[in-house]
């Protein structure tokens, strides 16, 4: 099997611990929360919206 099996999962920015066990990084959250089905919708309220928002700052400071 090819290693760029499911590259959109996001896999390849992960990085590995001690044990070999895969952990976030930094590049891979931020990746995760910009894209699309975790991005708020037209519905969302201004509480999820300005969580969203935050989380992306302190993404974007890691």
Known sequence: ????????????????????HMVPSADFMRAYFMREEVAPEEGSCDAEIALHKKLLMILLLW
Do not use: A, E, V
Not at 1 to 20: E, I, K, V
């Open 1 to 20: 099997m090819s290693n760029d099996f499911w590259l959109t999962s996001g896999w390849h920015l992960t990085q590995r611990d001690d044990h070999g």
